[in-house]
């Protein structure tokens, strides 16, 4: 099973709501990551968990919350968004090392009004 | 600081043509470089990496790529396109010597397959 799943594949959110992304993969790996897509850019990195520790935090504004509940999940609490925020959340998987693949979901398409 | 540069917004070529996606890399030591290919509203798919030995990288869906050092590129290629190569390329590069885990991706080369 090569498959990282993410949840909901599309949400729309008011600033003032409280929201969460959900990725799952059952790959063992033991390195996560968040990342966020604007139309027609390269994926930038938000957040990377190895072994279900924060380890990397790309100075990300404080409305996004991540959480890394055991080594199979990973998990994006959003609050009090902005529309600049709005954009394609993607999750992704690996190995711990450098030369090991990331695996990518299919992602969660956010729009907040 | 690691870089990634992909010269081409665009590349069109005809159905049953060879294509070239170019990627050019900067980083200081030896790099590991990836491939990927994101089709519309997806996620991205893995199709190859470098890592060590041999230059000619050989990965999904008919796809490869050439590591040169001398020139820091690693060009993507395949022999003969088909209409459903069209998407969205990223090259991406991770530092050898750097145990974090973040990828740099290039801005991307959207190729467009011609019937």
């Known amino acids: 099973d090569t498959e990282v799943t993410q949840t909901p594949k599309h949400l729309v959110m008011g600033m003032t709501n409280k929201k969460s992304l959900k990725c799952e993969q059952h790959?063992?790996?033991?390195?996560m990551y968040w990342y966020k897509q604007k139309a027609k850019k390269p994926p930038e990195l938000m957040f990377v968990?190895?072994?279900?520790?924060?380890?990397i935090n790309e100075s990300v504004p404080s409305r996004f919350s991540p959480e890394c509940p055991n080594s199979s999940l990973l998990n994006l609490h959003l609050h009090a968004l902005q529309p600049e925020d709005s954009a394609l959340y993607l999750c992704?998987?690996?190995?711990?090392?450098?030369?090991?693949?990331?695996?990518f979901g299919p992602g969660t398409r956010l729009t907040v009004l | 600081a690691q870089s990634v540069a992909q010269p081409e917004d665009q590349v069109n070529v005809a159905e049953g043509n060879p294509l070239t996606v170019k990627c050019t890399y900067s980083?200081?030591?030896?790099?590991?470089l990836f491939w990927y290919v994101q089709y519309p509203n997806r996620g991205l798919q893995f199709l190859l990496k470098?890592?060590?030995?041999?230059?000619l990288v050989k990965g999904s869906y008919g796809f490869e790529a050439e590591f040169n050092k001398s020139q820091t590129s690693f060009h993507l290629k395949k022999p003969s396109a088909l209409v459903s190569d069209s998407a969205l390329y990223f090259c991406?590069?991770?530092?050898?010597?750097?145990?974090?885990?973040?990828?740099?991706f290039g801005p991307g080369t959207r190729l467009s397959v011609l019937p």
């Open positions: 470098y890592i060590t030995g041999d230059n």
């Open positions: 980083v200081s030591g030896n790099p590991y």
């Open positions: 991406a590069v991770r530092r050898r010597d750097n145990y974090g885990q973040n990828f740099v």
């Open positions: 992704a998987s690996g190995r711990v090392g450098q030369t090991d693949t990331q695996y």
């Open positions: 790959m063992g790996h033991r390195a």
């Open positions: 968990y190895s072994y279900e520790k924060l380890s």
